[in-house]
């Protein structure tokens, strides 16, 4: 296969051995990590994403795949652009409580710290007492909040519902993303219950362009 359907193909297939050679080719030939990620790695995660909705691919495939993606940004992070800003602001991120999903959660700290972000990555299934908590304690400019599952959505909107009970919205801007969320979800119904900013990222560019215009 081309470099390209390989490497995408090693992330459908759950495949690690020669993963790093075929990294550094790509690189080599003038690809960026990010493009890596997006163009290929992402296409395959895509895949098997279908694969796994239509009952073709196991849960334990599932997971060799995921192990593959870690793999592999773990591999590329080092080698990205990083800009010389610092000190731009600091963010708590979350993966919501019962979603263990974090790969999504995990490129959105990389894209923000290379971007001069001090990011506090507090991991998954995290409850809102321990996202607030460590809100509090970090001095945190907003709150990050990921997730994938259908029923991570409402867990999103139980969270701000809490926030705005407790009075604290105007304090954290709230950024969402997460495959199961739409923007009109976030910006038409949990606007509106929700007293400070909350706002979707499609992505994690979206999440960094956001943070800007959050902290501007
Ligand atoms: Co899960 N899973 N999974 N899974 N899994 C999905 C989400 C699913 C859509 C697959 C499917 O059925 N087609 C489905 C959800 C269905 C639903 O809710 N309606 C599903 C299911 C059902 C499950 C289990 C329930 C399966 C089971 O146990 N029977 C279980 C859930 C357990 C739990 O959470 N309690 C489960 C488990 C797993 C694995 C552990 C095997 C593994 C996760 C490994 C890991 O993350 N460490 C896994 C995987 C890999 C997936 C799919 C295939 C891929 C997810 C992924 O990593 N994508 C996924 C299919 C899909 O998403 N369509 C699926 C790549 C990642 C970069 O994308 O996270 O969306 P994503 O992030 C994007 C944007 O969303 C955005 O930026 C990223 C791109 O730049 N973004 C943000 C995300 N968070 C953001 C936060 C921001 C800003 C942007 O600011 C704060």
């Not at 020669?18 to 550094?24: C, K, S, T």
């Not at 019962?98 to 995290?126: P, T």
């Not at 009075?167 to 509106?192: C, H, K, M, Q």
């Not at 909350?198 to 560019?205: C, G, L, P, T």
């Amino acid at each position: 296969l081309p470099l390209d359907e390989r490497l995408k193909r090693r992330v459908i297939d759950g495949e690690r051995n020669g993963l790093e050679a075929d990294l550094d080719t790509a690189m080599a030939q003038g690809r960026t990590p990010l493009s890596i990620i997006n163009d290929l790695l992402l296409d395959g995660m895509k895949v098997v994403g279908e694969l796994f909705g239509s009952g073709q691919m196991q849960l334990p495939f599932v997971l060799q795949s995921a192990e593959v993606m870690k793999t592999a940004v773990a591999y590329l992070e080092p080698h990205m652009e990083k800009t010389d800003d610092d000190g731009k602001g600091r963010i708590v991120l979350a993966t919501v409580k019962g979603d263990v999903h974090d790969i999504g959660k995990n490129l959105v700290d990389i894209i923000l710290s290379n971007n001069g972000y001090d990011v506090v990555n507090i991991g998954i299934k995290q409850p809102i007492n321990a996202i607030l908590d460590a809100a509090e304690e970090h001095r945190a400019d907003a709150i990050g909040m990921s997730g994938l599952l259908v029923k991570s959505t409402v867990i999103m909107k139980e969270n701000l519902a809490e926030m705005a009970s407790r009075g604290v919205a105007e304090r954290w801007p709230v950024l969402l993303g997460g495959a199961a969320l739409t923007r009109a979800y976030v910006e038409d119904d949990l606007r509106s219950i929700y007293p400070g900013q909350v706002h979707y990222a499609r992505d994690a560019f979206e999440g960094l362009s956001l943070m800007d215009r959050v902290m501007a």
